[in-house]
């Protein structure tokens, strides 16, 4: 058993019959009344987010968990597939497992966690950040260069990202797998 001091940012925990990671969570203490931590949850099974708040020094059930590599081989409708970059196995996971499905990219290592007691996965770590190639945008127009104007560009993977207008096709940027948003162009 845990208390609410234990709450960071990854923690699998078991709630209301279900396990649930915590996206984001912040410790409250206000002026007038006890302390607690206002939380983010994400369901491991169906993928929801709920919010919750926890009182200080509320008691939560963690959920022991095992950190493996795999490397993403191939989307299959709503299915993923990834293989154990150590034996070689491969193993299927549903789309509402992954934080960001989009920014996935074929041969990509991401970390895959599994509860320890039933070797079942929980959900997929993308790394923080991911670098890939501009396949669609719309060319910037010279002088229409206003502070942070951002035009919409498709990527590899197919998703859609906000970038700057000197963007073009054939480049390749650094997209944050958190937030989905550009962070730099990558030259090679």
Request: hydrophobic share 35%; with cysteine.
């Amino acid at each position: 058993m845990a208390s609410t001091s234990d709450i960071r940012k990854g923690l699998c925990i078991r709630y209301n019959n279900d396990i649930f990671k915590i996206i984001e969570f912040m410790h409250v203490k206000p002026g007038k009344g006890p302390a607690f931590v206002r939380t983010k949850l994400k369901s491991v099974s169906s993928g929801k987010v709920l919010d919750n708040t926890f009182s200080a020094g509320h008691k939560i059930e963690d959920v022991r968990v095992e950190t493996r590599s795999y490397q993403f081989l191939y989307p299959e409708g709503e299915t993923f597939h990834f293989m154990n970059t150590d034996d070689y196995n491969q193993i299927t996971l549903q789309e509402s497992s992954l934080d960001s499905p989009g920014l996935l990219k074929e041969g990509e290592i991401v970390k895959i966690l599994f509860n320890t007691e039933d070797s079942m996965p929980l959900s997929v770590e993308m790394p923080a950040s991911v670098v890939l190639e501009v396949t669609y945008t719309e060319p910037g127009v010279k002088g229409n260069t206003a502070t942070n104007a951002t035009k919409p560009a498709k990527v590899e993977t197919g998703a859609e990202v906000n970038v700057p207008l000197f963007i073009n096709e054939g480049d390749k940027i650094k997209v944050e797998t958190e937030k989905g948003t550009y962070m730099e162009r990558v030259k090679e």
